[in-house]
């Protein structure tokens, strides 16, 4: 026990007080560091980090020094506007965001007044008395102050993932590194093994953490949808350089002034480009998180919502998933199948759970100690001190205790029945205790049998010890084996209707779990649950990768297994090109929640789970889940609206303005006219995050296929072209506007077809069905595009149009457009009609 | 009404041909790579007569293209607004037989 170390830190055995605390609080501040802070300067130079405005302030200066002031305001105007619209989506769309976050709290077990429980760990302050266990973020820097086999993941922190071995004795050095201070524990690293007590030393950004700034989060993989906008954009950015450089060319090579050239080359790069798909994106993920928040799905990562809504195969633990995870003790039972308080007392003895005003711990433990309460049996454990603890590890699966009653010192050891029966050389059936290997087989009967019954079993052993200063796993040795802690976790009512909604879904459920197949089956029998086949761990370590491969589509229950397997089958399942979920929320599943394409975690689960998580429940419960996969699909449904608008009308409208240049003998269209169509078509769009999504799309999960947005593109991109080309046909032959000086008319006349054809083919694009009739649009989607096409359709005859280079048109063309932009619509349906008879999405 | 420029004229019916013979070519390639899908895991037996039924979108797009070269080159808004409805009412045909098919289907 370090001497004076309370008393430095102004603290004591029995933590701080209450008010103590609160005061430092307001001296110290919250215990948090700024990396998930956004502010509004930020935001606002995100915008500008497009290089769409680059090119835009390139056509601003251009057409400033060479050409006309009037168009390099106009163009500044629109820079300026783009920006307000991006910067305020986007700010808003954090915001959602940072509340969201704030959902997601790590806790911390502090002592205060003497008492433990359980607080937000950013309500932590320099001298509170903190515990810490395996699984668990270190909440601050702290001094230990009493240490158990503590060992700690210091990766984050220093970059060396090896783990280092923290003690609680005082050390003599003179400057010491960080690293040196073996005593310390630093805010950020992961506790893997031990348990411990440390006095917060500093907080927030005065922790080390705080002082050299580092983010604590890893890296997740690239997901399936950033890999599929990561192509969409190449295929555009290849598209675009090879139409600018060839209307450039093409132009001045034809005759036209150089800087109209290149202003006009410019300005179809500009609209080629969908500058706002970023903020599109960002506001559908924030909008869908927001409403996912109400159905108590709390999104950490935004982009990964739509792999999300993708996922076709979900990964998940039995308990609180298919059981209910309320875990209580049936029974603590000797070999002989009599209720036994002795194992109950030495359950209670060998036990992790804090036991306070309320009882905190692992689920099991935590059940033995109600249980015990409950039975008024607990009395016993007052005879008995606690010499020393060698704590829990997932390799051994056991946890032991040496505790001493009179003068006689005992170890106790609890865990996994198949690891306990390897440390036991006897068994006590009804006070005999006989050698294990003359009653083994009766007792992996029993073990069955009650495994069978879908109970969940530890084994409790002991024997006597002598007396040494410091107890190992060696100790965990020639043990007598007392019986089994019978536990019960009653299946969900609700699992069956969620497996089945999930399976319509198109989402195949398969079961990872650390319990035995025996106990797993039982429940998927209890649920109704079709068995494929089960695969325990031990099948599973002597497969290779490609047999894992072929196993894991088989396999419905994966039993006993070890978090490098479970990351296996995450692998496996990706390579075999599925969209995998997994929920866990252990501290052996933080590395499958990494790998999986969406990570999983409940409220409950411990920190490093829930910090590796995409995706936190705030309950666990597959329903929750089918209802954030649902939402997920509707925003990937309006994501991809998005890119095939673009890709079709605004690509089309592009390519036929790039070939009008070369015949017409003046420019087609002004590049401010287009940036200006390009402005107003982004408008029109932003309602199409709330639009509505047909039932038939959310079905299924969808993939973000590059080959039939290409194929999209080819197909319905020249309808908007021939459409364009019967408009220049219509304002030449028909209105002779075939002169430069009736190029206004010309342009105007294209300018209103042009941008009514580009933004009310979204009420066909937007769905398979009959438009209006079988699928209605959501409400904003309609007012908004209405409204842009009302205003884009006046502009001509106002002050703006006049000083945009527009002029009014003829009676006759409002006519010949409305009948001319009703074909394009049908003729559009007729081909979708078409198209996805022959394509399938 | 005038008759329009000659050149001015060639170019732009070249290119409204040009986007449409793109666009039925698409369609073409489509249609073929689908069927050759199809083929190789046996789902398709069309005869001349179901392809020629499979195409009639194709048919259309053409005529309507020969449409609107032949009004345009007349140059008369009236011709141009009642073809205008013939081909709306011949598409509503055409989309009210394939969604009846296409629900059946389903």
Redesign the interface.
């Known amino acids: 026990m370090p001497t004076g170390v309370y008393q430095t830190l102004g603290t004591s055995e029995n933590g701080l007080s209450e008010t103590e605390a609160n005061r430092r609080l307001k001296v110290h501040g919250y215990n948090e560091l700024p990396t998930h802070v956004f502010s509004k300067l930020q935001v606002l130079i995100r915008q500008f980090k497009n290089p769409i405005f680059a090119i835009l302030i390139a056509c601003a200066i251009i057409a400033g020094t060479y050409s006309e002031p009037t168009q390099s305001i106009i163009i500044l105007s629109m820079i300026a506007l783009s920006v307000i619209l991006g910067f305020y989506n986007e700010y808003q769309a954090e915001r959602i965001v940072e509340n969201l976050r704030k959902n997601v709290s790590i806790k911390a077990v502090v002592t205060r007044d003497g008492k433990s429980s359980q607080i937000d760990s950013k309500l932590l302050v320099p001298g509170d008395l903190v515990s810490v266990y395996v699984g668990d973020i270190v909440p601050a820097d702290m001094r230990i102050v009493k240490s158990k086999g503590l060992q700690v993941d210091e990766a984050t922190f220093t970059g060396e993932s090896f783990p280092v071995e923290k003690i609680s004795d005082r050390l003599n050095l003179e400057r010491p590194t960080p690293q040196q201070l073996t005593n310390y524990l630093f805010m950020g690293t992961v506790m893997i093994h031990g348990s411990g007590q440390g006095i917060v030393v500093s907080t927030g950004k005065k922790t080390e953490l705080g002082a050299i700034s580092k983010s604590l989060v890893r890296t997740h993989p690239e997901t399936e949808f950033q890999k599929g906008i990561k192509s969409y954009g190449t295929m555009l950015v290849t598209l675009t350089i090879a139409l600018t450089i060839g209307i450039f060319s093409i132009n001045t090579a034809i005759g036209h002034p150089l800087i109209d050239s290149l202003l006009f080359s410019l300005a179809i790069a500009v609209g080629l480009v969908p500058e706002l798909m970023p903020a599109i994106i960002t506001i559908s993920l924030a909008r869908g998180a927001s409403r996912m928040a109400n159905a108590k799905v709390i999104v950490k990562r935004l982009v990964s919502i739509e792999d999300f809504g993708n996922m076709d195969v979900l990964c998940t633990d039995k308990t609180g998933t298919l059981t209910e995870g309320k875990i209580a003790l049936h029974d603590s039972q000797s070999l002989g199948g009599e209720t036994n308080d002795k194992i109950l007392t030495c359950s209670l003895l060998c036990n992790s759970a804090a036991v306070g005003e309320k009882t905190v711990g692992n689920p099991m433990d935590t059940a033995i100690w109600e249980y015990a309460i409950k039975n008024d049996a607990q009395e016993d454990v007052k005879s008995y001190d606690k010499i020393d603890e060698i704590p829990f590890d997932y390799q051994r699966r056991i946890m032991s205790v040496v505790v001493r009653k009179n003068e006689e010192y005992i170890l106790i050891s609890k865990g996994a029945p198949e690891s306990i029966f390897a440390k036991c050389g006897r068994a006590d059936i009804s006070g005999r205790t006989e050698p294990l290997s003359a009653v083994r087989k009766a007792i992996n009967a029993k073990f069955f049998s009650l495994s069978e019954l879908g109970y969940r079993i530890l084994a409790v052993a002991c024997r006597s010890v002598e007396v040494k200063n410091s107890y190992s796993v060696e100790d965990e040795a020639d043990l007598t084996l007392l019986g089994f802690l019978i536990f019960t976790d009653p299946p969900k009512n609700d699992a069956h209707q969620a497996i089945n909604r999930l399976k319509e879904m198109g989402v195949d459920v398969k079961i990872l779990t650390g319990d035995n197949e025996l106990v797993a089956k039982t429940v998927c029998e209890e649920l109704k649950v079709p068995v494929k086949r089960i695969v325990c761990g031990a099948d599973l370590m002597q497969m290779s990768f490609t047999e894992i491969k072929t196993v894991v589509e088989e396999a419905t229950i994966f039993a006993r297994i070890t978090p490098e397997q479970k990351l296996d089958i995450m692998k496996a399942l990706k390579a075999n090109g599925h969209v995998v979920g997994f929920i866990g929320d252990g501290v052996n599943d933080a590395p499958a929640l990494y790998e999986a394409d969406v990570g999983l975690s409940v409220d409950t689960a411990v920190d490093v789970s829930k910090e590796a998580a995409d995706i936190v429940l705030l309950e666990k419960d597959l329903l929750v889940l089918a209802d954030g996969i649902n939402e997920g699909r509707k925003i990937f449904g309006n994501t991809i609206k998005y890119i095939l608008m673009g890709t079709s009308s605004n690509f089309g409208n592009m390519f036929s303005a790039a070939a009008a240049s070369v015949f017409l003998p003046f420019l087609p269209m002004l590049p401010m006219q287009i940036l200006f169509m390009n402005l107003l078509y982004d408008i029109s769009n932003m309602a199409l995050p709330t639009d509505n999504v047909d039932e038939e799309y959310v079905k299924k999960p969808k993939r973000f296929d590059i080959g039939f947005i290409r194929k999209y593109t080819l197909f319905f991109g020249p309808f908007s072209s021939l459409y364009d080309f019967l408009t220049y046909g219509i304002m030449l032959f028909i209105f002779g506007a075939s002169t430069p000086a009736l190029a206004p008319v010309f342009r105007s006349g294209w300018f209103v077809e042009s941008f009514w054809t580009e933004v009310l083919v979204i009420f066909v694009i937007r769905t398979r069905r009959i438009p209006f009739f079988t699928s209605r649009p959501g409400k904003w989607l309609t007012l908004l595009t209405l409204s842009c096409v009302a205003f884009g359709t006046i502009l001509p005859f106002t002050i703006l149009g006049g000083f945009l280079g527009f002029a009014p048109l003829p009676p006759e063309y409002w006519v010949l457009l409305f009948l001319m932009v009703a074909t394009y619509l049908f003729l559009v349906d007729a081909g979708k009609v078409f198209f996805y008879k022959i394509c399938k999405f | 009404m005038?008759l329009?420029?000659p050149i001015?004229?060639a170019?732009?019916a070249s290119?409204?041909s040009a986007?449409?013979l793109?666009?039925a070519i698409?369609?073409i390639y489509?249609?073929a790579t689908?069927r050759s899908r199809r083929r190789k895991s046996n789902q398709t037996t069309k005869n001349v007569g179901g392809l020629f039924k499979?195409f009639i979108?194709v048919w259309?797009?053409l005529g309507?293209?020969v449409f609107?070269i032949i009004t345009?080159?007349i140059?008369?808004?009236l011709i141009?607004?009642a073809g205008?409805?013939l081909?709306?009412a011949l598409?509503?045909a055409?989309?009210l037989k394939?969604?009846k098919e296409?629900s059946e289907e389903r």
Do not use: C, H, K, Q
Request: hydrophobic share 50%; charged share 10%; aromatic share 20%.
């Open positions: 005038s329009p420029d001015l004229f170019w732009w290119s409204i986007g449409s793109f666009l698409v369609g489509l249609y689908t499979d979108f259309v797009l309507i293209l609107y345009i080159n140059g008369s808004s141009f607004a205008n409805i081909v709306e598409l509503i055409y989309l394939n969604r296409e």
